[in-house]
């Protein structure tokens, strides 16, 4: 089944160690988005690419930085993780809307990052 | 700023019944709303969605109303089940760019 797999689940990293959580998809999506959701709380828009373009939230810390090698792949990098970081981590994609309607966007299961 | 919010946190229904859940949002711009389900340690479930050029649309077990006049959303969800039970977001995509803004959430409890 097409689908968007994020990988780890569940990721146990140390204040101050970078980490990288990482989403795929056999959508063959043009758009790839990530958020953080933290506890009782609303997902939020970190960055998204349109295909290779690069688009980032005028309020996402600098400490989070993303790649995207390919169509299929992107990776969330967090420098330097504080306390305050610990939370959900969705992935997302959905189709090409340039210029048009938009579309639903898919979701993977997250990876919960834990911060000690 | 613009936002979209829910007006009840948490909504606990009794198993057959119908619930309700409403959201409003600020943003007269918006031209496509949709609403997700999330269970425990799940990602974002879509349930359906609604352009701004309709007013209602159905879906199994499911309705979506759009009041474009004073900016509200609401699901219906009929004949409620214990699978139901989950926290549900409405969220509001402006054309460009395709980005969501969500609502705060409003979680679901089914009672048997």
């Known amino acids: 089944d097409a689908m968007v797999i994020q990988n780890p689940r569940y990721q146990v990293t140390q204040f101050g160690k970078p980490v990288t959580l990482s989403c795929s998809q056999t959508?063959?999506?043009?758009?790839m988005y990530w958020y953080q959701q933290k506890s009782s709380q609303a997902p939020k828009l970190l960055f998204h690419?349109?295909?290779?373009?690069?688009?980032n939230e005028a309020d996402t810390p600098d400490n989070f930085q993303s790649r995207r090698p390919n169509t299929s792949f992107c990776f969330l990098d967090i420098r330097s993780p504080g306390l305050g970081d610990a939370a959900m981590y969705l992935c997302?994609?959905?189709?090409?809307?340039?210029?048009?309607?938009?579309?639903?966007?898919?979701f993977g299961p997250g990876t919960r990052l834990t911060v000690t | 700023g613009e936002s979209v919010g829910l007006h009840l946190p948490t909504l606990s229904v009794q198993e057959g019944d119908n619930s309700i859940i409403n959201c409003a949002y600020s943003?007269?711009?918006?031209?496509?709303f949709i609403w997700y389900k999330q269970e425990s340690g799940k990602g974002p479930q879509f349930i359906i969605d609604?352009?701004?050029?309709?007013d209602k649309r159905q879906g199994q077990r499911v309705t979506v109303l759009l009041n474009k006049t004073v900016k509200h959303l609401s699901l219906q969800i009929a004949a409620t089940q214990p699978g139901d039970s989950a926290v549900y977001f409405c969220?509001?995509?402006?054309?460009?760019?395709?980005?969501?803004?969500f609502g705060g959430g409003t979680r679901v409890l089914v009672k048997p």
């Open positions: 943003n007269s711009a918006s031209d496509y």
């Open positions: 959508l063959n999506h043009n758009v």
């Open positions: 969220a509001e995509n402006r054309a460009a760019g395709n980005k969501l803004t």
């Open positions: 609604i352009r701004s050029n309709m």
């Open positions: 690419y349109y295909d290779k373009d690069f688009n």
């Open positions: 997302a994609t959905s189709r090409d809307v340039s210029g048009g309607a938009p579309y639903e966007q898919y």
